[in-house]
């Protein structure tokens, strides 16, 4: 008995110990973990984001203006994350990503994410999908910075940038007013010609002044706008400036709300600051989507500094006069502005249905180009096996059935996209098929930087024309006929050729085949849809050969 009390005791700090360690992440009140998406709505790589005990706040959504796949996460003295990634399972050997310390370090460079957490069953929200590990990080003190792709599209990178450092106090090196230098009332084009040559034009114009601390300012039209300067942060963007006018006809006034910096400076319009009244000017962060896990207060760091306005000048009208003014006016420019805002929603709607219009009619007539391009290659090829049991060769009749057999279940597919590896099966084939008819000989290569297994083109591209190249290229020249099909990268270029050394023929001539014809008709249809990548055909024909190029520009 002695025996298993000890055995208790020794076993339980291991056991308290244990236990200590699975929970260093945050969960919810039920024990289910608590994750944050951090990956910006419209991005097609949702990541996730769980946070340990110690972590006092979090802020996960904080977006950057220009870049719609960019997300900022802030983090309150936190100590390790743990990142994780929702995946297809059909997509996961086609997603990259890389995880950087500090703008310098990385921690992972460019890994395929490897690690399944949790794999959804079939009637779950997401079947068929694995949650994927993209690893713990100590966090102390640092910014991670989480970028993501998927192949082909490396361009598109989406990346979350994770700050676990103190939101610093924004400390206001340069506050000043803007005036208008000079009075140019009455003075001739060519009289302010000539004192802008001798005195500069930004001279001319503006005259920086200086603005103190509870400093007095009197209106005036002279004053064009008040520029603030802060000592950079490295994350302005979340850096709201709040103006506030306090006066005697309206006891609090917010006039002005921004965060629009330019470098480390915001320049403020004196259209905001023209009414007489106590102003108070305050810059402080703005965290979005703010969870305080914890119930612990955060107090933000804030700067302020105030200024007085007043009015001197002469007033044309009582107050009730302007009143009436302003609302006759107000009226007046809000309706203009409602008929002119519902005019442009109106063409903004018109013009994003036509675009979408035409882009589903480009689908529908590309479908139907594909429609008829399936029984154009089905006709040839059971033309070709009618050909081979006429001249009584079964055994070839047989083979091509084979190969005949495996082929029309690759053409009658109607996926848009297949892989070059794909493709390339697809031409080997055909040209077996068509080689026990001819006996020709060919060769199909790729360039060796190609990534043939994940760089995708539409499905049947080069099969019409290699079936031009056997039937008016090589058929007749038997064993003495050659082709040459090549994938060939050309800094983002993809270019497919094929070359035979047939007789040739005249590109202008148009001809009685439907396949040619069908072909280029599909790329003219695929422009209208892939507008960035555009499909530049090009046939070159003579007497030794004809060579057929189609380059899929900035498809890499």
């Excluded at 929970?23 to 009140?29: N, Y």
């Excluded at 991005?43 to 802020?59: F, H, Q, Y």
């Excluded at 207060?297 to 500094?305: A, H, K, Y």
Aim: charged residues 25%; positive net charge; contains cysteine.
């Amino acid at each position: 008995m002695k025996k298993i009390i000890y055995f208790f005791l020794f076993c339980l700090p291991l056991l308290c110990f244990s236990q200590e360690k699975n929970d260093i992440f945050l969960s919810e009140a039920n024990g289910n973990p608590t994750y944050y998406r951090i990956s910006r709505p419209n991005s097609d790589c949702p990541v996730l984001l769980r946070v340990d005990e110690k972590t006092k706040w979090i802020s996960f959504s904080n977006h950057e203006s220009g870049d719609t796949l960019k997300n900022n996460v802030f983090l309150g003295e936190a100590k390790t994350i743990h990142l994780e990634m929702r995946i297809h399972k059909d997509s996961l050997r086609y997603y990259r990503y890389s995880v950087i310390k500090n703008d310098s370090v990385y921690l992972v460079d460019d890994a395929i994410p490897r690690k399944i957490n949790f794999k959804w069953p079939k009637g779950s929200d997401f079947p068929e999908y694995f949650t994927m590990s993209l690893g713990d990080y100590n966090v102390v003190g640092k910014k991670i910075v989480v970028k993501i792709y998927k192949l082909p599209q490396k361009f598109k990178v989406n990346t979350i940038v994770i700050y676990n450092q103190p939101l610093l106090l924004p400390k206001v090196l340069t506050k000043s007013l803007f005036l208008e230098s000079i009075n140019t009332k009455g003075l001739s084009v060519s009289e302010i010609t000539k004192m802008m040559i001798k005195r500069g034009r930004e001279s001319f114009f503006l005259k920086r002044q200086p603005l103190n601390d509870g400093e007095t300012i009197t209106i005036s039209d002279s004053i064009k706008l008040m520029s603030i300067g802060i000592e950079n942060t490295g994350v302005n963007f979340i850096y709201k400036v709040k103006i506030t006018r306090y006066g005697s006809d309206y006891p609090e006034e917010t006039v002005l709300t921004t965060s629009d910096w330019d470098n480390s400076y915001i320049s403020v319009d004196a259209e905001y600051f023209k009414k007489p009244g106590n102003y108070m000017v305050t810059i402080a962060p703005e965290l979005r989507s703010l969870d305080i896990p914890r119930g612990a207060s955060l107090t933000l760091p804030l700067t302020s500094f105030n200024f007085i306005v007043i009015d001197k000048r002469a007033k044309l009208f009582t107050a009730k006069e302007l009143f009436l003014i302003s609302i006759i006016i107000g009226g007046f420019v809000g309706l203009i502005s409602v008929l002119i805002l519902n005019n442009r929603k109106k063409r903004a709607a018109t013009q994003l249905a036509q675009k979408s219009q035409e882009k589903e009619i480009a689908k529908l007539q590309l479908e139907s180009v594909r429609s008829q391009l399936n029984p154009h290659f089905l006709f040839n090829a059971l033309a070709g096996i009618q050909n081979l049991m006429n001249k009584n060769e079964v055994d070839n009749a047989n083979r091509y059935l084979t190969k005949f057999a495996r082929l029309t279940r690759n053409v009658l597919d109607h996926k848009d996209l297949i892989s070059l590896t794909a493709e390339k099966m697809l031409l080997d084939d055909y040209l077996q098929m068509e080689q026990l008819r001819f006996g020709f000989q060919y060769n199909i290569s790729a360039s060796p930087d190609l990534d043939v297994e994940n760089i995708e083109i539409p499905a049947m591209l080069l099969q019409p024309f290699l079936e031009n190249a056997v039937k008016y290229g090589v058929a007749e020249k038997g064993s003495n006929g050659q082709i040459e099909i090549n994938f060939i990268k050309v800094d983002a270029d993809l270019i497919l050729s094929i070359t035979d050394n047939g007789t040739g023929f005249d590109t202008a001539k148009n001809y009685d085949g439907l396949g040619l014809a069908l072909s280029k008709n599909r790329i003219s249809l695929l422009n209208s849809i892939y507008k960035e990548t555009l499909f530049m055909l090009d046939i070159q024909s003579g007497g030794n050969g004809t060579t057929v190029k189609i380059t899929l520009t900035q498809w890499l």
